[in-house]
Every structure is written in structure tokens, then in C-alpha cells.
């Protein structure tokens, strides 16, 4: 079995009177359409296997019909499976009894749709305490609980408002409020933002980002916006005719795209935009490790111009990153006749960029900084060097410098 916080194995949905004849059939090579055709089943889901791991975003995109919000209803089964195995935290919650299932989804499960569904007679504050209320929390008790998730989504000043004073936006956000109020580690996110306009929807993405930093929960977000897909998912599965045809990261999809549909999703988008400074940098930079004696200038000024380069970066032996320093600086020492080390003093200190920082932070960044900006990894070490040469060069489709 495949490890993470969801695991997909071999999931079949077939509507039809016998389910696995149907299954059997496509196994056998048939088509869903001769299956349709010859024996009345409808194929929703077919053969999907993957898993996402605990704190991921994983997006599920396709056109109508591909068969992804079957599939999100068959992971927290409010439809049945014809076939196959879905695990959350080890547990098979396709073979889960009822009562077992109603108590998963009650304490760490959530739902998100695109419709509000918010009950109109009740206030705010109420709507986000429902699933408390369900779980048979006292009235102290989840009233404190939802105000602290409406103060997280930006409306606990409108906890006494009923929602037909709110805007769509402001509805939504009740809505992933009253997900977030039974504190799930998983949540499903149906077409959550689709039916709000471009404005409001960039504004419910930066929400849920910015929740995502510090809740790091499991989330799996259907949405037919590749845009959309790109901006938040850390990992995308493309659907099409009930089969999951490709999972990657979002750059993963747009390098290798595994079929013309999966390829046809990007074609009306700006894929550059998506960049970071994780697949923007190079090593481009000479790098020289101050290991309690540091670097001598006049060898480091001597390797630059035969190199040339125009730049050296040094980092300690850790690889954490130490300093700048020009070639013309260094010549400058050298002339000068000193013996010296390129040691802190000398250095241009410079703050390093993480591999995640989008493509119009690392500009802006480039933009203030006279030559080229290291990036750190996620544990704080040295990884390459972003230049605006080489951003240059990646941004007109340039493969290397």
C-alpha cells in the first residue's frame, strides 16, 4: 500500500445494476461507451489509485464529467464504491461501518461546496458552530470555537449578522469557518470558490493560503480553473472519462504533460508566472567555504577571472550562506596590498530568497539588487543563484544558460 495521510487504491464507481460485470468489462479492455451502450452501466470512476500527503493541497481538476466530484464523494463515502479501497490514516474507509463513518466525518473530516449552504435563519456565529452543535459540543463551548475560526477568516465582527446581509465572498468564508470549526485534519473543497467573481475568488485563495502556513491540513480541492490549480495546489491530478491521467506538481504537468488534454489545460495560461525561485536558479555562482579560515582573496580574484565570473558567493561549512562579493571589490583588495581574507567585514550581506518565492518577488528582489540572489532550501542551506541573465534566459524558454 501506498503510504500518506489518503491512499486511493484501485477505486471503481459504476451506476448500473451489476457493478462488477461492469468492472470485469473494463478490465477486460472494454470501453465505458461499449459498457453504456451494451449493458446500460455508466462508469464514474475508473481504476484511480494515488495518495496525498498530510498538509498537501491536492487539487482534482478535469471538464464536466471527468468524474472528479464522483471521486471526492467516494473518499469520504457519501456514495458507495463498486470496487477498490480508500484509507485515511490507515483506516479502509470503504469498508468502515456506518457508525464508524459518521463518527470520522463528524471529528476530522470536513466539507467545503460550492453552494454556501448556509442556513438563512440562523446568524453567523451559529452557521460556523453547526458542526460543533452535531458533535454535541455545549453552547459555551462552540460559540468560543467558532468565533476563534470567524476571527481566522476575517468576520468575527459579523457574528451577529444573518447571511443574507453578507456578500457571496463573505458567505464562503462562513462556510470555510464552519469546516474549520471542528478543527479536521482533512478537508474536501468542492468547486468552493467557483461561483464568486475573479476578485473574490484571488481574496478566498489568499485566505486559504495563508490559513494552510500555520493549520497545515490535508486538503483536497476540486476545481475545473487551471489557474487556480496552479496557485494553490501543491500537487495536481487531471481527470478525464472517469480515469486519472496524470498527478504532478504544477511544473511537473507543464514540462511533461502526459497526453494533448493534459496539455490543452495550459495552453490558455501564462505558465511563467507560476515560476519560483526553485526552478529559476542556477549554479552559476562560484562558491568558496569560509571554514574558520577564510577564503584568500587573491586566489578567489584570480579563479573569477579565469572563470569569468563577476561574482563569488561564500558559505560556512554547514552551507549556510555567508556573504557577496564582487570581482571588482576583490580586485580592488588586492591591488590595494593587503593580505586578506573575504571574511565578513568585506562581504555585501545579502538576505537569501526560499526555493517557494513566486516568480514577481524574485523580480522585485533582482530588480533592487546589483548582482545575483542566492536561494536557500527549506532547511536554510545555500541551493543556487538566481541572476537577472539567467532569469532572462529561463523566461524565454531557455532550457540553460
Not at 487504491?9 to 470501453?31: C, H, M, R, T
Not at 491530478?237 to 496539455?263: C, F, H, S, W
Not at 507560476?274 to 579560515?293: C, D, E, F, R, W
Amino acid at each position: 500500500m501506498q503510504s500518506g495521510k489518503i491512499v486511493v487504491e484501485n477505486l471503481y464507481k459504476v451506476f448500473g445494476a451489476e457493478p462488477q460485470e461492469a468492472i470485469d468489462l473494463l478490465k477486460q479492455g472494454w470501453s465505458k461507451e461499449r459498457i453504456l451502450a451494451e449493458k446500460g452501466a455508466v462508469i464514474g470512476v475508473s481504476d484511480v489509485s494515488f495518495s496525498v500527503e498530510e498538509g498537501e493541497i491536492f487539487v482534482l481538476m478535469g471538464l464536466s464529467g471527468s468524474g472528479k466530484s464522483t471521486l471526492i464523494r467516494l473518499i469520504n463515502r457519501l456514495i458507495e464504491p463498486s470496487g477498490g479501497n480508500v484509507y485515511i490514516d490507515g483506516q479502509n474507509v470503504a469498508k468502515m461501518p456506518k457508525a464508524e463513518l459518521i463518527d470520522l466525518r463528524r471529528r476530522d473530516m470536513s466539507m467545503v461546496f460550492q453552494s454556501f449552504a448556509l442556513m438563512p435563519s440562523r446568524s453567523v456565529l451559529d452557521n460556523a458552530a453547526f458542526g460543533l452543535e452535531v458533535a454535541g459540543k455545549s453552547k459555551k463551548v462552540r460559540e468560543e470555537r467558532a468565533m476563534q475560526v470567524l476571527k481566522q477568516v476575517g468576520l468575527d465582527t459579523f457574528a451577529h449578522k444573518m447571511p443574507h446581509e453578507l456578500s457571496g465572498g463573505m458567505q464562503q468564508r462562513v462556510g470555510l469557518a464552519r469546516a474549520l470549526a471542528v478543527d479536521p485534519s482533512m478537508i474536501i473543497m468542492d468547486e468552493a470558490f467557483s461561483a464568486l467573481d475573479p476578485l473574490k475568488r484571488r481574496e478566498m485563495q489568499d485566505v486559504l493560503l495563508e490559513l494552510q502556513k500555520t493549520d497545515r491540513r490535508t486538503i483536497i480541492f476540486v476545481s475545473h480553473d487551471i489557474e487556480e490549480a496552479m496557485r494553490i495546489g501543491t500537487r495536481i491530478g487531471i481527470m478525464e472519462g472517469g480515469k486519472l491521467v496524470q498527478v504532478g506538481t504544477p511544473q511537473e504537468l507543464i514540462d511533461n504533460p502526459a497526453n494533448d488534454y493534459v496539455r490543452n489545460f495550459f495552453n490558455t495560461v501564462d505558465t511563467n508566472r507560476y515560476l519560483t525561485a526553485g526552478q529559476l536558479m542556477a549554479n552559476s555562482v562560484p562558491i568558496y567555504v569560509h571554514n574558520g579560515k577564510a577564503p584568500d582573496a587573491q586566489t578567489v580574484c584570480q579563479e573569477l577571472q579565469a572563470l569569468d565570473k563577476h561574482y563569488a558567493f561564500i558559505v560556512d561549512e554547514q552551507n549556510n550562506f555567508q556573504g557577496s562579493i564582487s570581482l571588482e571589490k576583490i580586485a580592488l583588495l588586492v591591488e590595494g596590498g593587503t593580505s586578506c581574507g573575504l571574511d565578513g567585514d568585506v562581504l555585501k550581506q545579502i538576505n537569501p530568497i526560499a526555493e517557494n518565492t513566486p516568480l514577481d518577488q524574485v523580480i522585485e528582489r533582482l530588480v533592487d539588487n546589483e548582482g545575483p540572489i542566492p536561494v536557500i532550501d527549506e532547511h536554510g542551506h545555500y541551493s543556487g543563484a538566481i541572476s537577472k541573465g539567467r532569469l532572462l534566459t529561463r523566461l524565454q524558454g531557455e532550457s540553460h544558460e
